[in-house]
């Protein structure tokens, strides 16, 4: 979209409120705003911004961190493109942000900028990413002891749509409002639990997507509703958890076709797609810190939970952490896809994807070959098959899950120094304050955040 016809589009509609999105290193969505009176002048200039902002946690303790000192400020610059009119909210536009220095370069604590690199190597090589989160959340109302489920019935079942349908169809027909293509709605297992599919897209829409689903369940579920909605990783301390599963694809840019896809392999998957998932299995450990980034993300990662605790790979084997889903008859080439499943809804979409990029192509580059694809869950296997499978427990917790990221080259290169330095530090005390204040208190926190 031009500036021309954004400020046209905020006239004609009246609006009253514009916000200025970004996500932060704690993967919480935050905003400035300005009167639409003022949109125009602030494309160009931009918001100001303390750099401090983001050495804020998921806690919102301000943490120590050079170079984000509440000295000096950076500018909230729009992508106009992502500019949507807010449906649950009266006047009300959201657009999403990148963090610029005052001069317009690019700011080292500014999480899309992050993605925009990672997309840029792919490029180099010829490669389009497309992606999509395919999420979970969970419903509830206020108890007198803290959030309960609202609704329930057997999973996919068609009671379990009709007593949720209320809110759910809200959610979607909000989500179309904004250009967003639903592809599926369904109520999962959990009591309350919900899941919404929404369509593929270039890396950094996918991104910036993802977060619009997120705002548009929390906002439509709250505001229009008077409920609570969860994208947390576990609502509930014995209640199903709660994925933001990662899909994604690989595409020539030069040929329109699937580098994933290889018509005459019996699994459609191609040497290519080997190294990646190869890439992607070999920084899995470090990976992790940015795709299941919270204290309580551990609270999911059991076993038998669909969830993906072990380094593995299989086809569509729901228990590895990494799964290759089975193509569609008649559009094999287009839809074959791979999917983390070792993702929540407490990641921030910009530095998950780039993780998993970053991953993925030092795999490439670097020709490896996955081991043996799990045919069973990992529990199940044999010690012969774990062993072909190199079957290997992921970091059990955040703190080793941070340790595990600050020793990978990889993708602390691509976080970039700044970035790096602050997300340790701020995870890092995200973990103490959690082991200090408890589990619940830790959960319970969390459930409203996401």
Request: aromatic share 8%; net charge negative.
């Amino acid at each position: 979209m031009k500036k021309k016809e954004a400020v046209a589009l905020v006239t004609a509609k009246d609006i009253r409120i514009v916000r200025f999105l970004y996500c932060d290193l704690a993967g919480v969505i935050r905003a400035k705003t300005v009167h639409g009176s003022q949109f125009a002048g602030k494309i160009t200039e931009g918001v100001g911004l303390t750099r401090a902002q983001n050495a804020v946690n998921l806690f919102e303790d301000l943490i120590p961190v050079d170079g984000m000192e509440p000295i000096g400020e950076v500018r909230i610059t729009p992508d106009l493109d992502s500019l949507t009119i807010l449906p649950w909210v009266d006047k009300t536009v959201g657009v999403f942000c990148d963090l610029k220095e005052q001069d317009g370069t690019d700011w080292g604590g500014c999480t899309r900028t992050v993605l925009k690199r990672a997309i840029a190597q792919a490029a180099e090589l010829d490669i389009e990413v497309m992606a999509a989160f395919e999420t979970e959340f969970y419903i509830a109302e206020q108890g007198l002891d803290g959030p309960v489920p609202w609704q329930n019935g057997p999973c996919y079942s068609s009671s379990g749509l009709d007593r949720a349908s209320s809110v759910v169809y809200d959610i979607v027909d909000n989500l179309v409002a904004q250009g967003i293509t639903v592809e599926q709605a369904i109520n999962e297992y959990g009591p309350g639990q919900q899941e919404i599919a929404i369509k593929y897209d270039k890396a950094l829409r996918a991104a910036d997507l993802h977060l619009k689903f997120r705002d548009t369940v929390r906002g439509t579920t709250e505001v229009q509703h008077g409920l609570l909605a969860s994208l947390a990783p576990k609502p509930f301390a014995d209640g199903i958890g709660s994925g933001a599963h990662l899909h994604f694809s690989l595409w020539s840019k030069s040929k329109g076709i699937n580098l994933l896809y290889n018509a005459d392999e019996p699994t459609k998957l191609s040497d290519f797609g080997k190294s990646f998932v190869a890439g992607v299995l070999d920084h899995l450990p470090a990976l992790l810190a940015l795709t299941c980034p919270s204290y309580v993300s551990y609270h999911r990662l059991k076993p038998h939970s669909w969830a993906g605790n072990t380094i593995s790979w299989g086809y569509d084997n729901r228990e590895c952490a990494v799964r290759v889903a089975s193509p569609f008859t008649g559009r094999e080439m287009e839809s074959i896809n791979l999917e983390l499943k070792a993702c929540d809804g407490s990641a921030n979409p910009y530095l998950a994807l780039a993780g998993v990029i970053l991953a993925g192509l030092d795999g490439v580059k670097r020709n490896l070959q996955p081991p043996a694809p799990a045919h069973r869950d990992p529990v199940f296997l044999t010690d012969e098959e774990r062993a072909a499978c190199d079957i290997r427990p992921l970091p059990a917790s955040q703190l080793a899950a941070l340790s595990a990221l600050e020793a990978d080259s990889i993708l602390t290169e691509g976080l970039g120094e700044l970035m790096t330095r602050a997300y340790l530090a701020t995870r890092r005390a995200e973990n103490e304050k959690a082991t200090r204040m408890g589990d619940e208190w830790a959960r319970l926190y969390t459930f409203s955040t996401f």
